[in-house]
């Protein structure tokens, strides 16, 4: 019965790409691609071997998705907000509308989050460039090996990543036009929420996405050559206020204390710098100092890692095949900077996603985890540099 739940679950989200397919005709063929892809890879890893990244996390979600079936908890019986059992507290509900426990229909549900995945790409794409690099950005995102593994399993990346993207798709007329329907503002709004019950982590998005918002709507309305991204200081003493005040929480974070104490940051770090693949020894300090002489070293390693010298294991083979991807992309960005920086929707998105960048960056010790949380981002910088990529099509 947990098999035929599970093909059920591939039928379904099969179904699910047909519809998206008649919605945007001129990319059917790249859903159908992601679709297949992630069909293949899904299948692969509950029949023939397991995938990368699903003996941990993959398998904790799962089985923690059913003890909360079994016990008969539900939202009301957890604090689960942002600290990571959101996810398979979402998951559980599916196991009592089944009461069957199939691990595979679950991997249907990031099958399909992949699919839609690819879906809001093309459709924010075509708010910026022309059909052609938008297409240009379907493929890709269909074909991103990370992306593609992430939405094989049970993981909560793409569920994350496709959240975020519903946000912007609202939201990215903003950038552009200075504003915004209201309607289209709750949508985002109730999107980060979702996100941020995934990964407190997630909500840094919206904080990242808020500045930018404010930065922009100065830019708009204040006609002088002042520097006028200074007036967002005031307010930004303000928030940090209300924040110390109302003694707000962020998951993963904390409270305003730990987030302006740097040894918060280190220690992080530091906790996390293990396993065979973890980043090199020397990345562990015990000062500020040190710590921040590396920090830009930690960016490098967050977008590049694995490099050639990191590999310990067969496994790693393949977070380095994603490493280069994610160079030439970044290679691309660098070499057009100055035509992106000339798109004022570009820049919106690039501002906006700096902050979780920097966020994911300062504390992962451990590429695996680079690997993971960077695919909750790449999108946007395959849309950035989209038309500058070299021509790529499947006929």
Request: aromatic letters at 22%; proline letters at 3%; glycine letters at 4%.
């Amino acid at each position: 019965m947990s098999h035929i739940i599970g093909v059920f679950g591939l039928l379904t989200v099969s179904l699910f790409t047909v519809y998206c397919s008649f919605r945007v005709p001129e990319v059917a063929k790249y859903l159908f691609i992601a679709l297949i892809l992630r069909i293949i890879f899904a299948l692969v890893n509950t029949y023939i071997v397991p995938l990368p990244d699903t003996q941990f996390d993959s398998n904790f979600f799962e089985r923690y998705a059913w003890e909360l079936y079994e016990k008969n908890i539900g939202v009301n019986d957890i604090n689960f907000y942002g600290n990571g059992l959101g996810y398979p507290l979402y998951l559980s509900y599916f196991y009592y509308i089944f009461e069957v426990r199939s691990p595979l229909f679950l991997q249907s549900l990031s099958v399909g989050a992949g699919v839609a995945v690819v879906f809001f790409s093309y459709k924010i794409s075509t708010k910026i460039w022309d059909i052609k690099s938008s297409k240009r950005v379907a493929l890709l995102v269909a074909i991103f090996p990370s992306l593609v593994l992430y939405s094989s399993i049970i993981m909560r990346e793409m569920f994350i990543l496709l959240f975020i993207l519903i946000s912007y798709y609202y939201l990215i007329d903003y950038f552009s036009e200075f504003k915004v329907k209201i309607n289209n503002l709750f949508f985002a709004l109730v999107s980060f929420t979702i996100a941020g019950s995934l990964h407190g982590l997630a909500l840094i998005f919206l904080v990242g996405f808020f500045f930018t918002a404010i930065y922009f709507c100065m830019r708009g309305f204040i006609k002088c050559k002042i520097k006028y991204k200074f007036l967002l200081i005031p307010l930004f003493v303000v928030l940090l206020f209300i924040f110390e005040y109302f003694e707000f929480y962020i998951p993963y974070v904390g409270n305003l204390d730990k987030i302006t104490n740097i040894d918060t940051y280190i220690q992080a770090s530091n906790n996390r710098l293990l396993g065979n693949a973890s980043y090199p020894e020397f990345f562990k300090t015990d000062n500020w100092i040190q710590y921040l002489i590396y920090l830009p070293l930690r960016v490098l390693y967050f977008i590049g890692s694995p490099f050639i010298w990191d590999i310990k294991d067969t496994k790693h083979i393949v977070g380095y095949i994603d490493s280069i991807f994610y160079f030439y992309l970044f290679f691309s960005f660098f070499r057009h900077y100055s035509s992106i920086m000339n798109n004022q929707a570009l820049r919106g998105i690039l501002y906006s996603i700096i902050p979780i960048l920097m966020a994911f960056s300062i504390a992962t010790s451990n590429f695996g985890g680079a690997i993971r949380h960077r695919s909750t981002m790449i999108v946007f910088f395959i849309i950035i540099i989209a038309p500058f990529l070299k021509k790529i099509r499947i006929n």
